[in-house]
């Protein structure tokens, strides 16, 4: 007879009760005992210990799965370490040239020195111009890096600026710059004299430009305004990116010569291309150069072969993809001494331009070798921390 309400089974001889139960251990346990095996000769943890569980799992070096995560955290820095140091010599023959030719510039307002440089550009005569932001200028240098003059100061007025964010050269060689405070867009000519200025519903944050003089204005609003450069007149105004999302992180764009427009979304991450139209028709993802990685994508640009520059700001990386999206090659490199890249330009000449700044770091330039070039034939030159100054003569 079976006694359903206390779960005693009654015999004839007595009664007996059903063996208590005993719940199946979990993976801490189970790690616990077998650490205490693995690792002898680390002590238990004394028998009065007045903290959470939760604090002694993770701060109590003698637990088995903390030590084992403080193992793979100290691996991973050493790891990281090793990747970063140059201080190895190659097999004699195999040394490959180093990539970086100058460094140019500190933070400060001297010329040749930048505070902030959030934009800049090459020209046709394979100058560099940049949007000293902070300076409230844009300075010109030559391929090399030498500084030969600057235009602007704060103000409102004609060639003044109140934090210019990026610079564009024309086809027709004037000179385009995103004055971002001001909410409008001057042109210089070529040699830094105001010509026009357009006004932007919004503020200007990126530049791009056709071969038919059609310029691509993104604002720190995440919309494109398109404007003609010969006719002055406003074209087409549309919202890119993510929708739903916050202005909190400028696009960043550039322009082909067929009126492609590449855009950057560093908050949802992905790369767009729109028509002149706004018509959206490529999307994708960059994919990190090691398997693992996420890559935030910051500023683009296209190659003479219709390839992607897109630099990943997560992982001190650029990288090259195809026009669909498909990752190609790595360009440059942590151990390249490439640091936080806000924006990058192609020279005609074969150099790689960058723009880098911190809160606690350098804000300067940087020209990298990106393809052989007529003018480092020989020996790559060190690199500079200071920008030298053109005498009056150049």
């Not at 359903?4 to 616990?32: A, I």
């Not at 991973?76 to 140059?86: G, I, N």
Request: charged letters at 25%.
């Amino acid at each position: 007879m079976v006694d359903f309400q206390s779960h005693y089974r009654v015999y004839p001889h007595g009664f007996t009760s059903d063996p208590p139960r005993v719940g199946v251990k979990t993976n801490r346990e189970l790690y616990h005992e077998e650490g205490r095996k693995v690792f002898r000769k680390r002590h238990d943890r004394p028998v009065h210990d007045c903290r959470h569980e939760v604090m002694k799992d993770h701060t109590d070096r003698q637990e088995f799965e903390t030590w084992v995560l403080s193992h793979g955290m100290t691996e991973t820095y050493r790891a990281v370490e090793d990747l970063h140091d140059k201080s190895e010599e190659p097999t004699p023959g195999t040394k490959k040239p180093d990539k970086l030719l100058y460094k140019l510039g500190e933070t400060g307002s001297a010329p040749g020195d930048f505070r902030y440089p959030r934009g800049l550009c090459t020209t046709m005569d394979c100058d560099i111009l940049v949007a000293d932001s902070m300076n409230h200028r844009v300075q010109h240098l030559n391929q090399y890096g030498v500084y030969k003059k600057h235009v602007g100061k704060q103000g409102q007025g004609n060639e003044e600026f109140n934090e210019p964010c990026d610079v564009l050269e024309l086809p027709n060689g004037d000179i385009a710059v995103a004055d971002k405070k001001n909410k409008r867009v001057q042109v210089l000519t070529e040699d830094l004299k105001f010509k026009y200025s357009m006004p932007i519903a919004g503020e200007p944050f990126s530049l791009g430009c056709d071969r038919d003089m059609n310029v691509a204005v993104a604002t720190t609003r995440k919309e494109i305004f398109i404007f003609n450069s010969y006719d002055r007149v406003m074209l087409h105004h549309f919202p890119v990116g993510a929708k739903g999302k916050s202005s909190g992180a400028p696009i960043q764009i550039s322009m082909s010569n067929d009126s492609e427009i590449l855009v950057s979304d560093p908050e949802d991450g992905h790369v767009y291309l729109y028509t002149l139209e706004g018509r959206c028709f490529c999307r994708f993802s960059p994919e990190a150069h090691s398997a693992g990685l996420s890559v935030m994508a910051g500023d683009v640009c296209f190659t003479p072969l219709g390839q992607i520059l897109v630099v990943d700001v997560l992982n001190h990386v650029i990288n090259v993809y195809t026009d669909n999206g498909e990752f190609l090659q790595q360009v440059l490199v942590p151990t390249d001494d490439v640091g936080s890249v806000h924006s990058l330009a192609l020279g005609l000449e074969g150099h790689l331009v960058v723009s880098e700044f911190s809160v606690g770091g350098d804000h300067c330039i940087k020209i990298f070798r990106y393809r052989q070039c007529p003018c480092h034939e020989g020996k790559t030159p060190g690199s500079k921390k200071r920008t030298p100054v053109a005498s009056p003569n150049m």
